[in-house]
C-alpha cells in the first residue's frame, strides 16, 4: 500500500513509519519544512504547507491517509497558543480534505483525542457517548473531527481515532511520568482519583493497522487499553516497575500554578473503553498498565 502521513516526524509518526515500512509499505510523510532526509527506501518526504491548502499534485495515488497534523498540546495553553492548537488542526484536516477531493484514497485516519468527551470522575466513556463541548479540549476535538468526516462526501471511509495517554519509551507521557520516580520523589498527582485512559504505543500503532484494514469500522474509534486506571493506582504502578517510592504528593494547585490550563490534562480525567475495537476482534498486546509498563521500562534499561 501507498500511505501517506501528515505529522509523521512526531512520536506517533515516527512508530507508525516503523511499522509500516516493516510491513513492506511505502510511505509518504508530509513535512512544512524542505528535507534532505534519505531514509530507507521506501520513506519519500514530501514538502506541504497546511495554511495555503497546498500539497503537491504530482503524487501517486494513495491508499491510506493518516492525519497527525497540528500544534503540540504541551506548552502552556496561553488565549493567543490555544488559537495556534485548533486553528493548526483544522487547517491541516482542512488541506488534507481538500486534497481527497480529487485523490480519495480508501481510507483517512484523522487523530482525535478522547478530551472530546470532557471529564468524569464516575462515567464510563464509549464511541457511543455523545457529550456536548465542556471545555477547551472537547471544543477542539469536536471541531476536529467534523472537519475530518467531511471527506465521507468524496466517498472516503473515515476513522478518527480518540487517542488516550500514549505511552512509550522514546516519547509520549511516559518519560515525564517516570521522572519524577527515578529522582524518588515520585507520589500522587493531585486527588490520585481522576482516571486514566491510557495506551501503549504498539497498541496504537496495531490498532491504527486494523482500522486500515478493516472496512467494517468507520467513524469514531477509542484508541485506550481495556484497563483505565486512577492516577493513585498508575503511580503505585510506576513505583514499583522503577523500584521507587510513592510518598512525595504533587498538589495540584502546585501543578495549576505552573502550566496554568494545561494541568486539566493531569488534574481531570476520563475512563474511556475502546468497545468498537473489542467488538470488531482487535486483541491488545499490552491491556493491563503493570505489563505494559514493564515492557516499556525494561527496553528502556536494555
Known sequence: MKIGITGGSGFIGQALTRFFVSQGHELFLFTRMKTSQSPQKEVTYVTWDPSRS?????????????????????????????????????????????????????????????????????????????????????????????????????GVRVVPIRFGLVLGKEGGALPRLALPYKFFIGGKVGSGEQWVSWIHIQDLVELIAFAITNESIEGSLNGTSPAPIQMKKLGQALAHVLKRPNFFPVPGIILKSALGEMSELVLKGQNVLPNKALDNGFTFQFPEIHGALTDLIASTKT
Open 54 to 154: 497546498f500539497i503537491p499534485d504530482h503524487l501517486p495515488p494513495m491508499d491510506v491517509l493518516i492525519n497527525l497534523a497540528g500544534a503540540t498540546i504541551n506548552k502552556r495553553w496561553t488565549s493567543t497558543y490555544k488559537n495556534e492548537i485548533l486553528n493548526s488542526r483544522i487547517e491541516a484536516t482542512k488541506t488534507v480534505v481538500n486534497y481527497i477531493k480529487t485523490n480519495p484514497p480508501e481510507v483517512l485516519i484523522n487523530a482525535s483525542a478522547i478530551g472530546y468527551y470532557g471529564t468524569s470522575l464516575t462515567h464510563v466513556f464509549t464511541e457511543e457517548d455523545f457529550v456536548a463541548p465542556t471545555d477547551f479540549l472537547s471544543h477542539v476535538t469536536r471541531e476536529w473531527e467534523a472537519e475530518a468526516m467531511n471527506a465521507t462526501n468524496y
